[in-house]
């Protein structure tokens, strides 16, 4: 699955955090800066396993009648589930074909109805810790910041990234013990 792109304002405010941690003059280098914010929150938010700027996100789903997990977290709301035939026309599947829920740990889980065998199921969702760069938590924003200059000062070198920047980022991360599995019988 392919993250969504970065809020256009989210990329902006983090391009001028960038700046001003390195004291650098407006429009110097822009393109490098956006590329380089760009790459540091794509890489947090992997290294974390989680949304950080919150954004729409889908998902495809197998046929499976259990729960299944979405690949994104915190999930905040969920919202189509529609079927998607071979030229690629989506239709919503009724509300009794599936059942959604949000967890504590703010994990999104559908699972489809076992009368429901569509080839291809997409789910589409909002997900993110914050609704903008404002918001982010200060560890994880300073994280973005560090690595960003990082990628910027060492352009071509095969520096290694500064530790400061895992530490920033690490009570964040969420690991998956297992696969995510999740069972119930379905009721009528």
Not at 101 to 124: F, N, S
Not at 152 to 179: H, I, K, N, T, Y
Request: proline share 8%; with cysteine; hydrophobic share 55%.
């Amino acid at each position: 699955m392919d993250a969504p792109p970065f809020p256009a304002a989210a990329i902006a405010s983090a391009c001028a955090a960038v700046k001003d941690y390195l004291r650098m003059a407006n429009g110097t280098d822009d393109a490098a800066v956006i590329a380089a914010v760009q790459t540091a929150l794509a890489l947090g938010e992997a290294f974390t396993g989680t949304a950080w700027i919150a954004r729409q996100w889908q998902a495809w789903l197998g046929r499976s009648p259990d729960w299944q997990r979405l690949p994104v977290a915190p999930v905040t709301a969920i919202g189509a589930v529609e079927t998607v035939d071979a030229a690629g026309v989506a239709t919503a599947l009724s509300v009794a074909a599936y059942t959604i829920d949000l967890d504590a740990r703010g994990e999104g889980w559908v699972r489809l109805a076992p009368a429901i065998a569509p080839a291809r199921v997409r789910v589409t969702f909002a997900a993110g810790t914050a609704p903008g760069w404002e918001n982010l938590p200060p560890p994880l924003a300073q994280g973005v910041v560090l690595l960003a200059a990082h990628l910027l000062e060492a352009r071509g070198d095969a520096s290694v990234p500064p530790a400061a920047v895992v530490a920033f980022w690490r009570p964040w991360r969420r690991l998956q013990l297992m696969a995510g599995a999740r069972r119930q019988c379905w009721s009528s």
